[in-house]
Each structure stands twice: as C-alpha cells, then as structure tokens.
C-alpha cells in the first residue's frame, strides 16, 4: 500500500480519494473546501491541514484542480509543492489543463528530483463514484507503469497517449467531441418531442439506429429518460456548462496554434457560451438542452 497526498476534492477528485483510501492507501487529502476534508476524511482518508502537509512524506501526488494556472501556481516557483515533495514521489495530475502547462509542471518536476504524468478523466461524477473512469495519460512508460496500480483503483480503462501533454491533448479532442454530439442529440431529441414524440421511445430508436452515441446511451439530456443521469436531477450533479466551456476553450486554442480547422468545435463553443452566459453556467452541460427549448434561465 502506498502513501499518497490528494489535493483538489470536488465532484471529481473528492470520490477518486475515497475509493483510493477504500482500497487500503493512505490518503493524506487537501482541498480549500473543509466540507470536501471532511466528506473524504469519513471514508478513511487522512485531513491535512495544507497542501504542504498532504504531500509530506507521500510517494505518490494526485491533483485534481480546476485550470491550468492552479496547477502551475501550486507546484511551480519558489514555494511549488514540487520543492517540497519527497525525492522521487511521482505527481499524477488529473486536472484537465491546456497541454503545454502539463509539459511545463513534467519538466519542472524531473528538475526537482521527481517524475509527473498527466493523466486527465473521462466517465463524470458516476464513473469516479464507481471506480469506472478512463484515463487518458502523458509521460514517459516506466513512469506510466508506476501509476498504474493507482488508476486501476480508480478507472476501469488507462490509454497512455504519449508523452508528457499528450493526455490532456486526448482529453481536450474527446471534450470537444463530446460537446458537439450533446449538442447534436439535445437538437434531435428537442425536434422530435416538438413534433410528438415520447422522448423515451425516440431515445431508444437513435440508440439502436445510424445516431446512437454516448450521449444516448449514459448521459441522455432530456429529463426522465434516465433516471441517474444529471438531467433527471434539475441538470445538477455532473459535468458544469462552464467547465466544458473551459475546455471547449483549450480546443480552440490548439487549433490556433496549431492551424487545425474545428468549425463544428468553434460552433459549439460559440453555444456553450451563450448559454453559461444566460445564467446556466453552473447546471450540468447536458442542460444545453434547456436552451434549445428556450427554457435557460
């Protein structure tokens, strides 16, 4: 069993150390939330009291933080955790960040006697609960190796994408993705209940037709069709509109830089702003729908 210091414990991170410390670890958890110590603390974590004292003594670091200048201000710099992290501790970090302040914290890292990889999630707020995410990982083998007993507990699938960054430029492709088919689906689904349609029995024919997706099949965007999905909660207790539009951001971005063509990703942000901007920033994203309906508020 391993030592690990977990730093950043909400919707996401928050379950990620509770399986972690379920599986015998110790967990020594951080979070600016003393609700978040405390919810993980009662599942057998360890509160610590900063983010210094979660990585002392731990062979392992695991952040879950929400942008890219979290994870650069807490581990970069004269007073980064990475000065005060022990020789040869491995930083896994989960947040989803743009990929060149992932590559930035790796090369820090292995400067300050450590290893880091970049290992962002796929699965929402269930698959964290349940153990089921996918990883999707940046840095170098025998480091990828290392972690993987770790994300075992914790996901169900690791693709080690590549080199340092590349996780979060899986990650980054596959939000986007995602983004696009919620809006496509919400589109779909809101057509056919306007012309009369049970949006269950619609549901299923697209699942079981040319336009089954993901979307469809785990996360359906339309209130009373799946019972556990956010949309069945008021669109609360998922993936936020602001966080995909954070993302959706890191999309465009690389495609600028990198002169790729995403007008269907540009779109969707465009979309997604709009509707954070009416007031739905914090509902889950699959609430685009609302907007469709005419019903953001």
């Not at 896994?92 to 820090?108: F, K, L, P, Q």
């Not at 207790?237 to 790729?260: E, I, Q, R």
Request: charged fraction near 15%; aromatic fraction near 4%.
């Amino acid at each position: 069993m391993a030592t690990i210091g977990f730093i950043g414990l909400g919707n996401m991170g928050g379950p990620m150390a509770i399986n972690l410390a379920k599986a015998g670890h110790t967990v020594q958890a951080f979070d600016l939330s003393e609700a978040a110590i405390k919810r993980v603390a009662e599942a057998g974590a360890t509160a610590a009291a900063s983010a210094a004292e979660a990585v002392k003594g731990a062979e392992f670091v695991v952040s879950m933080l929400p942008a890219g200048k979290h994870v650069r201000g807490l581990f970069l710099g004269d007073d980064g955790l990475l000065g005060q992290m022990e020789q040869g501790a491995l930083l896994i970090d989960s947040s989803t960040i743009d990929a060149d302040s992932a590559r930035a914290v790796a090369e820090a890292a292995q400067a300050a006697g450590c290893a880091m990889i970049d290992a962002p999630v796929s699965g929402g707020v269930a698959g964290a609960e349940g153990g089921t995410l996918t990883f999707m990982v940046g840095g170098n083998s025998a480091d990828v190796d290392r972690a993987r007993p770790l994300l075992e507990v914790m996901g169900a699938k690791i693709f080690h994408a590549g080199d340092a960054g590349a996780g979060q430029v899986a990650k980054m492709c596959n939000n986007m993705l995602l983004a696009i088919s919620m809006i496509g689906t919400s589109e779909a689904l809101n057509l056919g209940v306007s012309e009369g349609l049970d949006p269950s029995v619609l549901s299923d024919i697209m699942q079981s037709a040319s336009g089954g997706n993901w979307v469809l099949n785990v996360y359906n965007p339309y209130p009373g069709v799946m019972e556990k999905a956010p949309a069945s909660r008021g669109y609360t207790g998922g993936f936020g509109t602001a966080l995909m539009l954070k993302d959706l951001g890191l999309a465009a971005d690389a495609a600028v830089k990198c002169g790729s063509s995403t007008p269907l990703g540009g779109l969707a942000r465009q979309l997604y702003a709009m509707h954070a901007a009416g007031g739905s920033a914090d509902k889950d994203f699959s609430s685009i729908l609302q907007m469709l309906q005419g019903k953001a508020q």
